[in-house]
């Protein structure tokens, strides 16, 4: 009697660890399965987004009449139009690592980004051309000044051309002054000639960069890069390659 109550105890004993070692396992387990599912679903809607951009291209070459017709079904995700980038958009928050953080990546009309919000284009302000560079609280431009193979009269102090930070109450506030590159405190090294380029133009961009290049009057040539990460209340100025 005694020997058959030791062996059900037992039993009961193996039956406990072994469920929870099951529950364990699915606790574990959840997060990377949900990662994977997330990534099946950006790599559906990567493959609709294929499939979208190539039917507006045979409908535009086909003429006025053309039409095409598409099933879209989409378990996780949001999709949506945005009148104002007039851009078909797929968003779904996940920790699944297919892109880095602040990263987008191009092909041909379609662009996957990951935290990659910033937008940077070309524009002119008070008859200033300028790359202006915009998140959800900053909006930069950076005067547009030759190019590599043509450059011309260059002066850090004038390159920011606006400065326009949005506070928490919704109001914008303007930089009032001027952001000076300066070597040794030597004021004939913020002044030269060079030019200025855009990393990436366009929308969904990660970071903005805007780089200036200098050849001072006083004897060297460096770079300014001014950079407007995604989300950030700030712009960030570099100054390197000194040569």
């Known amino acids: 009697m005694s020997k058959g109550v ?3 105890a037992t039993m009961a004993i193996y039956v406990g660890v072994t469920v929870t070692a099951i529950s364990g396992a699915i606790t574990v387990g959840a997060p990377a399965l949900e990662n994977m599912q997330d990534a099946n679903s950006i790599r559906k809607a990567q493959n609709f987004m294929q499939t979208v951009d190539s039917n507006v291209q045979e409908v535009v070459s086909e003429g006025e009449g053309s039409t095409r017709t598409m099933d879209v079904s989409f378990d996780r995700g949001d999709l949506y139009f945005n009148n104002d980038t007039e851009s078909l958009i797929y968003e779904l928050r996940t920790d699944a690592s297919v892109i880095s953080p602040q990263t987008s990546k191009r092909d041909g009309n379609i662009i996957l980004s990951s935290s990659a919000n910033v937008k940077v284009n ?15 609280h900053i909006k930069a431009c950076i005067k547009n000044v030759g190019s590599s193979g043509s450059p011309q009269n260059i002066n850090t102090s004038k390159l920011v051309v606006l400065y326009e930070f949005k506070s928490s ?38 970071t903005g960069r805007i780089k200036a290049t200098v050849s001072s009057d006083y004897g060297f040539k460096y770079d300014v890069l001014y950079q407007l990460p995604t989300g950030a209340d700030f712009l960030k100025i570099d100054v390197q390659n000194f040569r």
Do not use: F, H
């Open 6 to 8: 030791s062996e059900i």
């Open 169 to 206: 109450e919704g109001s914008n506030k303007n930089l009032d002054g001027n952001i000076t590159v300066k070597l040794n405190a030597e004021p004939s090294s913020s002044y030269g000639t060079g030019y200025t380029e855009a990393e990436q133009l366009g929308e969904y961009i990660g």
């Open 122 to 136: 070309k524009t002119t302000i008070d008859g200033t051309p300028c790359y202006l560079m915009k998140n959800d």
